[in-house]
């Protein structure tokens, strides 16, 4: 392409890149180049681009301000038109490593980022100040729902959401360690070099790709080697370290309690572009617990809030040093540097050096330290003291900057202005600690007068702050820091470190102490003349907002914060808050300790939700629980249902059945021939002891003293509420062993509820607990056949109804297998429920199934079920029940013991509300149009009730409702407001389509005598 | 109150911003009032609003120990609906929704509603008959809610994942449409405007440290950080701090204070038009007007008052917000943080007078606080002005756990917020 | 119809049904000298409750003395009989496949009448998935947080009940430390395996072991 | 996510156990000799502390033991374990 860039701005020689290699990407559409060891902001820097996205609110350019994770202003979109499916919105150009192919756009600029018309906004930028949505367009709802808030929205947002599924893999690991070391830079490879070889096992994770932090950006030596290479040798001497782990390109990004860290590892991002290698996940979440920690996380620069400090080509110094170090980019020729300290002085010798034009150096304070400013001078640079940057101009790039004088008022005049040109603008407001982590720790911070800036303080934890991010900025510090933090971490957490080095010769140009300016103040009459002052460059909050804000009462820092937006960004106001707390104390006239910090909040920079997510994705999202018949459920082409987290089947569709269809023929085989159910999913609880008929007593509402072995008896227990809680059926093995059944959804909340009373209220009763659910595979066969069934099952057993009596249980052979069989019925007809050893659960489904041949045997599923079982109004807990049932309410009186004196729930039935007789029962009710079907959920009120005002008074509502092939209608189970007195009576259940008359009645709608249960009724 | 209006906005754009006025007084502490509320959160704030307004109760304070809105109203996930199963939870919830729906106008401060609609998804048939149980009652008690089939919840929102692939495949939905969201902190600003206006005090940075009783047990004081108030009613409005606030009056509470996470992804271009709830799975996301996704997460499951809870949560929950919604898997979580809410046994709140005389609670919201505060405000004004509850509230007695009436909203509220 | 059914090799309509058999090839395919996934051969399996005292008695009729450290176990002289700690009073008694009703029986008889013991077969509630080799223990550290450095606290001897991935598992180290049971309940074991199956993709590009 | 001590097990990670609430609540001997005041009593009102706080957990997907936790619900930090049956430790808290 003829509109290539060049690399321009790239020097012929240096930095940490590989210059045998070109990398080919694009920016917006145009072709440029770059190097392996680039980020995208550096290769855009390198090709002469500073104008990178526009702004939020106000869509001014913006460009690239820092070199790594705090830059506020450049994000892009990856890969939208050539990889949808992998498009990332709100990419950090700092922080994107260049790759072959790398496609990357500004969203929300239209028609282009050149000229955007969305900055026609920066005109009502004068009216949209702090708050400016909560004070109009409250008036007119309809505007607001019709005009405002559409047109808000639209504007919101930077980059666009994929519109596809996300291919990749992310993992999971799980480690632990004596010593966690946050970040790699001087501190951090002082500190894990102290820790190594000790045996402790060690973590140094590193964000970048790179260990070494600012000794990649910065001229120095140590020891007088080179920082590069000092960090290289340090590399290689922890990669050689046995129990060293290191994790480049590894974010931690919570600090937790105990020591619990969670750390982003960047695994394939830097490869290229598209899917991952195989077998590798594309990012890695590490769950850290660490003995000790050791944060050395560093500093970031703050910018300085003056008029119109947003322009693209305004860089904070230390980041175009880095540029200029570690990526060979002279981002600018024509510089000006505005400071308040000497630190920032060393960018504009190194930029000099590399062959910039520093026109001048502007340093707010009137008395700068020696060293840095005589060499400065020393270099021909123009220093100006008591001097400061008050406006800038240019449009899509900064052209020049006003300089202006300081008064002894504090306030810069603007009759001492004097505008030099440039096309770089450094800035530097000092240095503010990273102490996001240490926050998060619980630890609290204090404010440093000499280093304006806030820095740990207590902390809570077992942690060591070493290096920048401790106010420590000077190098040897830092690697004295880190080295003594690293060694005493490593023996606080048992291994011996042996004699950490603390000495350390460093060649770093000493440095005065900063003065802090948190905001150029214009002469008064001036405040406004000289552009927007921005603080948050992403949000576009400015020192005027924040200072309205105060002024409109916002006096709490979080209240400014949310009342101006500083800080919500994606970059969480790494560059912003710092100053706006400034802005803010100097407005209400309080020193800074008394305006405190807002939150540090995790994550310090986003993490990717898959990635949070794991491997718990599509069918691993949630255990599916198996029977051991599962596999011919699938083969017999059943539909299943969720039951908590089992695959029940739900009902066997045959080729062109509807479920209609198919679930009436199911129940007609149950109630005339022979059904075959998969039970095996309900609860089993084995519960042994001589005191175990007691512990019956007291979880239950009936009694249990009596059931004799080989007795069956059904349940129902409660909670301390008294509402009901769970039901099934509990058999008497021998004297002192009893198998409990649950539902299928409660069994693990059953188990904990009786384990719970166990050990905590009755520690005395020697009862012992064993779940046994998955012991036992359940093959449930009901109906008229079911005996004649059993007997080809059971051969030379008499397990017919006449020898086998209803609600007990024996242990016989079934197609050839130990088994117990059970003799109850949730279907009213003759059924059998065999249990077998579970990993035989699918021999003795086969074994039905053939011996059943010519019987009619037929698989149904959990929809027959519950029709079956509500024609004979039993219940299901879950579904008539809600939690507010007691079992009177249920109709179920008759297993309420009367004579014990006591179980759990008793209490609560004759509490005031509890014991009223207008409760909602349960009862049946039959459509007066047998055709009806009423959708579950559906309200009961007086008949005519819903042609009144509402709220239309509701009477109860259905809790099942299912077509009868046995009684030729359609019918329900409701719960109903004195129900139980009221059979007979006409109601109305109100569908959305108007009143359909159905009549109360019996629950209990088929075969009241019971004969079925016996066979008798084929 | 200077109002606020176009014209206002124009103004004081020509002075550079420089002249509005502030937007609540910070009044010195009296030494004694008619009313002290205890909280300068939304619910408080309300109240007091309100006393003013409906009762011309105005020699009112707020103590708030910290700064407005700074509980859970200014940390939660904004969300604003009514449809709640149980009729009692139905009216007071749908009061608060007509209030929401003028409020703007009635504060002169825009709190941004925004009636998007809410989607309760059903992953099962429980889910299925539990949903329309609760959109039947909804409708027969004037609360806008219907039930859609999944057809329909694929229409409403089409970039939910309603493929039978899911691990818990959508099986329905119940719908609000007048549900949505609104500005929190705007909610909490605004009655504090408004409230001001009207003469109430609004003390930040003033902690109760103790509530003084007569010798016939009544309220006669609360002590404070910044001194002692005499005043015969205290109304409580601090939630996660009400069993502690209560405590000192020796009133106990059946409720417990829990951490409850919630999160914001980065901002990114309006994709999500609706909220979408999911108890089954614990989802709960809407799209804010700054573009970003708001997402809330399950309650932990231990007591705390540390504004923080466990990673693990938050990881569940991003698992499930993925797979309901496939297109967010590489979008990346900006922000997170806790608050701290009450929790009653029948996830029902507690707006009631107490044994002791003089002190009135507003407490046990657990998720449903922010979407209450109109409503809630109107009838604990009621209840402490009267001493005698409005009907709204009046099933919402600390009686009721004695009485066995509970309102039992865990199926609505396992649907958090 | 009592015909005695055949016994299978685990599969479909065998006397013991492997609940993972449908993914065995699978598990074939992903199973290599870093990390192998197999499931184990049947087993008996019983559920010990007993208070210390009674410990001796066992260690009589079942041949190991269930051990009071807890999160390890024990064997008996030909490592046929295991015994793992599940809880101050609990033990899982691990035996040849068949001799549960045996061990159940033996362990009674010697004392029929203590209250406080509690008996119970559990041979078929569990499915024992087997991971081995030099990555086996960076598979298992994907889904569960127990510290499973080599040199950390789960050696050789030790057992521990934990979470793995989104269920619960009862680890074994065996008597190589790179050689670790994952016992789950059966209902769960295709769910194991298959997560195990997806972690295990890609493990010869893991960087490193721990 | 808290990591805690169980007395048998060792630390381990929050989601192996499941929470009991307030510790030392013992069920009354004779709930019929209760009002419904006292059995509400019993039934619903928990301590609510904020700072040390004695709570029941159960190392449920562990050993399956119920034991106390002595713990600050500021801090989070756990101050004292101890088993089912004993009394939580005396002393400065």
Known sequence: MSDDRTQDCRLPEGGLIDRSRRIRFRFNGAWMDGHPGDTLASALLANGVHLVGRSMKYHRPRGIMAAGAEDPGGLVQRGLHDEPARTDPDWRATQTALVDGLEAYTVGAWPSLDRDAGAVLGLASRVMGAGFYYKIMHGSRWMWEHVHEPLIRKAAGFGVCPDQPDPDVYDHRHVHCEVLVVGGGPAGLAAAGAAARSGARVILAEQDERLGGSLLGRRRAIDGQGGVDWAAAMEARLRASPDVRLLPRTTVFGYHDNNYLVALERVTDHLGLGPAPPGRPRQRLWHIRAKRVVLATGAHERPLVFGDNDRPGIMLAGAAQTYLHRWAVLPGRDVVLFTTNDRAYEAALDLHAAGARIHAIVDSREAPGAALPAAARAAGIRVMTGYVVGGTSGVRHVTGASVMKLGADGRASPHALDTLPCDLLLVSGGLSPVVHLFSQSGGKLRYDDGRAAFVPDRSVQALANAGACNGTFDLAGCLAEGAAAGAEATRLAGSDPGAPRTAFSVDEPAAAAIKPLWRVRPALVQDHAWGQPFVDFQNDTTAHDIRQAVREGFESVEHVKRYTLTGFGTDQGKTANINAIGIQAEALGRPIPEVGTTTFRPPYTPVTFAAMAGRDRGERLDPARLTAIHDRHVALGAAFEDVGQWKRPWYYPRPGETMHQAVARECRAAREAVGVLDASTLGKIDIQGPDAAEFLNRVYTNAWSKLEVGRVRYGVMCREDGMVFDDGTTARIDDTRYLMTTTTGNAAAVLDHLEEYLQTEWPDLRVRLTSVTEQWATVSIAGPKAGSLMARLASGQDLSPAAFAFMSWRPATVAGLNARVFRISFTGELQYEINVPWHQGGALWDAVMRAGTGLGVTPYGTETMHVLRAEKGFIIVGQETDGTQTPIDLGMDWIVSKKKPDFIGKRSFTRSDTARADRRHLVGLLPKDKRQVFPEGSQIVETGATRGTKPVPMLGYVSSAYWSPALDSGFALALVAGGRGRFGDTVAVALPSGEQPAVICDPVMLDKEGARRDGHAA | MARYSVWSLARNALSYHRDWPRQWRSPELGSAYDVVIVGGGGHGLATAYYLAKEHGVTNVAVLEKGWLGGGNTGRNTTIVRSNYLWDESAAIYELALKLWEGLSRDLNYNVMLSQRGVLNLAHSLGDVRAGRRRAEANRLNGVDSEWLDTAGVARVCPILNTSTSLRYPVMGSTWQPRGGTARHDAVAWGYARAADARGVDIIQNCEVTGIRRDSGGAVAGVETTRGLIGTKKVALAAAGHTSVLAAMADVRLPIQSHPLQALVSEPIKPVLDQVVMSGAIHVYVSQSDKGELVIGAGIDSYNSYAQRGSFHVLEHQMASIVELFPIFARLRMMRTWAGIVDTCPDASPIVSKTPVPGLYINGGWGTGGFKSTPGSGVVFAHTIAKDAPHPINAPFSLDRFTTGALIDEHGAAAVAH | MDTPLEMGPGGPGGRWENPVFALELDMAAASGPLVALSAAPPRAAINLRATEGLLPEIERTYGVRPPTVPNTWTASADGARLALWLGPDEWLLAAPDGAASGVEAAIRDARANDGWLGVCDVSHNYTTLVLRGPRARLVLSKGCALDLHPRGPLQSGTCAQTTMARTRVLLRITEEADTIELWVRNSFARYMAAWLLDAMAGIAHEPRDF | ?93
């Open chain 4, 1 to 93: 996510m808290l990591l805690i001590e169980c007395p048998w097990c060792g630390p381990r990670e929050e989601p192996e156990f499941h929470y009991g609430g307030q510790a030392h609540v013992a069920r009354p001997a004779d709930p019929a000799a209760l009002s419904d005041a006292e059995w509400a009593e019993y039934v619903f009102m928990r301590d609510n502390t904020k700072g040390p706080f004695a709570e029941r957990w159960c190392h449920s997907a562990g050993c399956r033991r119920w034991f106390n936790v002595l713990r600050d619900t500021v801090s989070h930090r756990v101050l004292a374990v101890y088993r089912m049956g004993e009394a939580p430790p005396e002393g400065p808290r």
